[in-house]
């Protein structure tokens, strides 16, 4: 059966990692996919981390940046850009415009805290 989840803006919530965050869809029952919508602000960069065990990938919706993943060179985004990061796969991303970055974050298999790695700790 079918379904729709509608965008609560008002679920926004601040990590550690230093960007703000609102889960889409990050269900149990649905193991295979997570989606949240991820928002950087001008200057900052989320702190080096990579995720075990799964891939994502980034859709930027608004803003630019500067992407780095698995020890490559940085990489500049706008809107539009695909970012895939492999499963282990140190990374962080960079806002470089005046206004707030904004990404979806595409988790196979569904994003779980227990399997984020801070890696500047």
Do not use: W
């Amino acid at each position: 059966m079918g379904s729709v989840k509608h965008f609560r803006p008002q679920t926004e919530f601040y990590t550690d990692e230093h960007c703000h965050i609102v889960e889409l869809h990050n269900t149990a029952g649905d193991a295979g996919c997570s989606i949240a919508r991820a928002r950087v602000e001008p200057g900052v960069a989320t702190r080096l981390h990579c995720v075990r065990d799964t891939a994502e990938r980034y859709v930027i919706l608004e803003g630019a940046g500067r992407v780095e993943v698995d020890g490559q060179d940085p990489v500049t985004v706008g809107p539009m850009d695909v970012v895939n990061i492999p499963a282990g796969a140190p990374q962080r991303i960079t806002n470089t415009g005046a206004r707030d970055l904004v990404f979806l974050c595409i988790c196979t298999p569904r994003f779980k805290l227990r399997n984020y790695l801070d890696l500047e700790s």
